[in-house]
């Protein structure tokens, strides 16, 4: 609550996730609570990561006060009093957080509480060290200076320095988890999916190699993990005879676990044939059975 022109916020998991691990140090955290006032969680996996480091209580003020003009001003009027969205809310989140608790076999708050199940992605090992103490990061990334950039930058678009400006009052159009023209990169854009659907529908074979050259160019871009990783050629070649043969090194691949009725039965079988005939293991159909 205390951001303002000259006060740019900390983002809530970070400071939760610092005081926590700093108590830890100290010996003290078994002597105190942590409750995250804070206007960033507004989705479930914000609460369950704030929860899985250390939050023992959050007020998610902002999350209530959109709700609150909603229902005055916004598409709930007439629909909902303030009190009755207010309890939507929290009992949607209760439930999410519960079903996200639950695929890692914890039925309790207490027990998913500073539990940290998670694996950090793009951020760098001295900076999880610190922060977010013994959460495993593979990849390395960005650390507190760059965190402390984006929050400027956020905290800039907040307060113009140009006061007759009005970027202030327009919210972004989002596309953290959908595309949205002039926001994040998504692999799924209308580009490829256009190339695709153009494939199959008209069967298309020039359609669906320059779908295959879109999806192919994700591996030099650094936008995924794979774009980031390069082979490491050594320059004496490595003798045949201590080399795994190719037929020892299928034998540990296997196909994703795909649920019986998610995909047809030809697809199923497909992929079960495919497997047999390399020598690899096929795990479709889990999840029922056909008993036709």
Known sequence: ?????????????????????????????????????????????????????????????????????????????????????????????????????????????????????FEAVGLSQEFVNRHFTWTTTRIGGIGITEIQEESQKRQQLAYPATPMTNSHQELPPGGQYQWREGSEYHMWNPNAIAKLQDAVRTNNPKSFEEFTAICNRENKSQYTIRGLLDFNKSGDPVPLDEVEPASAILTRFATGAVSLGSISREAHETMAIAMNRIGARSNTGEGGEDYN
């Open 1 to 117: 609550r205390g951001a303002d022109s000259k006060h740019a916020p900390i983002p809530s998991l970070l400071a939760t996730a610092g005081v926590h691990h700093h108590l830890i140090r100290e010996g003290l955290r078994t002597q105190t609570g942590l409750v995250v006032e804070s206007g960033e969680p507004r989705e479930v996996s914000h609460f369950a990561l704030l929860f899985g480091y250390g939050a023992g209580a959050v007020n998610p003020y902002l999350a209530f006060d959109t709700l609150a003009g909603l229902v005055r001003e916004g598409p709930l009027v007439h629909t909902l009093d303030i009190a009755s969205a207010e309890k939507n809310f929290i009992k949607a989140i209760r439930k999410g957080v519960i079903k996200t608790m639950s695929k890692m076999g914890i039925s309790t708050l207490q027990g998913y509480r500073g539990a940290q199940i």
